[in-house]
């Protein structure tokens, strides 16, 4: 069965990080590109960052642009999501999706709540 | 970066059709046939309905249709059905150095 699991939501005060995981199983992790998007309550979906099969092409929203990163490790079949100088606006599910920016997100995480709040 | 617009609300009756609208502009939308289509359910996760503006995934129903004119991307639900409650986001390609662009969403009720 194909699946994603998200780790890592939390309580967090603004100004802080935080790392958010996902792990995919039951397809070849490598060969897809993979996304994270959010959705923040009572609004509507959000497209946060996209990262290639590969890892070498990044892509990012401009309201995360310079605090959020992408990254992925194949050998584990394992997506990231490094969120530095979290701000209120960032409360939000946080989903794992397989996928890029073309074909559609196939897959999706039962996702992780981060609520940044002092 | 601009979400793409949607009505916010849609209705029908069990066995009608309901058309939900998703309008963009010709840097997304128009300008791409990567348009795609999701179900959420709250508390679920989203479900791909529709990608490459028509194209429908193993699995989900022939009821369920797309279709783009110039900036403008369709979902068609026919034969609507309980479980069709839910909401509903488009997407799109947006340009080789954008992340990608959701639809502000439609809240579909079978009344």
């Known amino acids: 069965e194909v699946q994603l699991v998200e780790s890592g939501g939390s309580l967090v005060q603004p100004g802080g990080s935080l790392r958010l995981s996902c792990a995919g199983s039951?397809?070849?992790?490598?060969?897809?590109?993979m996304s994270w998007v959010r959705q923040a309550p009572g609004k509507g979906l959000e497209w946060v960052s996209v990262i290639s099969s590969g890892g070498d092409r990044t892509y990012y929203a401009d309201s995360v642009k310079g605090r959020f990163t992408i990254s992925r490790d194949n050998s584990k079949s394992s997506l990231y999501l490094q969120m530095n100088s979290l701000r209120a606006e960032d409360t939000a599910v946080y989903y794992c999706a397989k996928g890029g920016r073309y074909h559609g997100l196939g897959v999706w995480g039962q996702g992780t709540t981060l609520t940044v709040s002092s | 970066q601009s979400a793409l617009t949607q009505p916010p609300s849609a209705s029908g009756s069990p066995g009608q059709s309901v058309t939900i609208s998703c309008t963009g502009t010709?840097?997304?939308?128009?300008?791409?046939?990567?348009v795609s289509w999701y179900q959420h359910h709250p508390g679920k996760a989203p479900k791909l309905m529709i990608y490459?503006?028509?194209q429908r995934p193993s699995g989900v129903p022939d009821r369920f249709s797309g279709s783009k004119s110039g900036n403008t991307a369709s979902l068609t639900v026919s034969g609507l059905q309980a479980e069709d409650e839910a909401d509903y986001y488009c997407s799109s390609y947006a340009g080789s150095s954008s992340v990608g662009v959701f639809g502000t969403g439609t809240k579909v009720t079978v009344l």
């Open positions: 010709s840097s997304d939308v128009g300008g791409y046939n990567y």
């Open positions: 039951g397809f070849t992790f490598s060969g897809d590109g």
């Open positions: 490459e503006v028509s």
